[in-house]
């Protein structure tokens, strides 16, 4: 048995899980929220019991001094040196990451360098790294890149149609992220129905942060996000996909340096820009109900981009034999799932709306051709086994 620590950690949070592997035994579970904040929040629960304390958190390295002191004073471990392995989930890899690696200087070196196409992320997930490296200085630590689970893409799927010099200097090319959101989905399609079942799946991740995946035979053969997480779908408050002439007409028009239109994309766009209401789909569900015509344009806009995806996405698949919802939107709003599925009869996909709106794991109606699928994602349990995997070594 051994003790490994899975970390996701975001601008302003720090999501972690103590793992016992490889019985994948939740030991403790836990929350770092509004760092850089004078009211910072820390929650962290072992079995039933649970911990909750609002205080200053500067930077992530304090949050990781927290983590650790909670993992020491709760009994859970005795001696820092009790957590063998701390694993990381890293945004961007690039070209030269397509599996998860040991974190060394050079693997340091080129998150840092892929800051650039992953900003939101990138820096972020590098602080968290080095932090842990501080506190946790006999633990092996590992990288587990989103975008790994997208490196079986075949060229068709990945390339984009630009003088082919720029791939060759820069890499630029389609990526994919949630690499391990829809890695944990495959892995439960199969562990439950089997292979056939799992043969073809669509895993549709709708968080504020949303994309789409095509999955053959365990294999991720397409997604929506590319070169960085803006691409594809509409999301809280990320574009998705847009023609890229916009982006100059804006820049020049508004006299925005490229930069500032990076903020516009990243962070005023989706079902913010759109209905200028909130990122949050329940915010706009409540607004469209309210009569705010904005509102029900974004939700129409951003369901029939996911419809849009998944009929693409079948025809990669040549059919579909799984759709199934995960993170945050997918896993709890019905009426999002009830919405993207009642135009894709001409997949043989019906469902059962009393069992959507009680969120069961099996939603699909009994005429349906394909099953649909409602599966919590668990991105921390994918980077502990990927750590376990690679310590053990």
Not at 312 to 332: I, K, P, R, S
Request: with cysteine; aromatic share 6%.
């Amino acid at each position: 048995m051994v003790k490994v620590l899975s970390i996701n950690a975001g601008s302003s949070s720090l999501k972690f899980k103590l793992y016992s592997m490889p019985a994948e035994e939740v030991l403790v579970s836990g929350l770092v929220d509004r760092i850089g904040h004078q009211d910072g929040a820390f929650s962290y629960k072992v079995g039933d019991e649970k911990h909750e304390s609002v205080q200053p958190i500067e930077d992530h390295t304090k949050g990781v001094q927290l983590v650790i002191d909670a993992l020491l004073d709760s009994g859970v471990i005795k001696d820092k040196s009790e957590i063998v392995g701390v694993g990381h989930r890293v945004s961007h890899g690039g070209r030269k990451y397509e599996k998860s690696v040991e974190i060394d200087e050079n693997v340091e070196n080129e998150i840092d360098k892929l800051a650039t196409v992953s900003p939101l992320h990138n820096p972020v997930n590098l602080a968290g790294i080095k932090a842990f490296e501080q506190l946790l200085p006999e633990a092996r630590d590992v990288a587990v890149f989103d975008t790994s689970f997208h490196s079986t893409m075949p060229p068709e799927a990945y390339m984009y149609a630009l003088p082919y010099e720029y791939y060759e200097k820069y890499g630029i090319r389609r990526y994919g992220f949630h690499g391990q959101s829809h890695q944990y989905v495959y892995s439960e399609v199969q562990r439950k129905f089997g292979d056939a079942q799992a043969a073809k799946i669509i895993s549709c991740h709708l968080g504020n942060g949303a994309s789409i995946c095509a999955i053959k035979d365990g294999k991720s053969v397409n997604t929506s996000m590319g070169f960085t997480p803006l691409a594809g779908l509409v999301m809280g408050t990320r574009c998705g996909d847009i023609d890229p002439n916009i982006i100059p007409f804006i820049e020049e028009n508004e006299h925005l340096s490229p930069d500032e239109m990076r903020t516009v994309m990243n962070k005023k766009s989706g079902l913010q820009g759109l209905s200028g209401v909130s990122n949050d789909v329940r915010d706009v569900l409540e607004a469209e109900s309210a009569g705010n015509d904005r509102a029900k344009l974004a939700l129409k806009v951003y369901v029939h981009q996911i419809q849009h995806y998944v009929g693409a996405y079948a025809a990669d698949l040549n059919g579909l034999e799984t759709l199934v919802f995960t993170a945050g939107v997918g896993e709890h709003s019905a009426p999002i799932r009830s919405r993207v599925c009642k135009q894709l009869g001409y997949l043989g996909v019906t469902i059962d709306e009393q069992k959507n709106k009680n969120n069961e794991f099996e939603i699909q109606g009994r005429d349906s051709k394909v099953k649909v699928l409602v599966i919590p994602t668990d991105e921390e349990l994918v980077i502990a086994r990927e750590t376990s995997r690679i310590i053990s070594k």
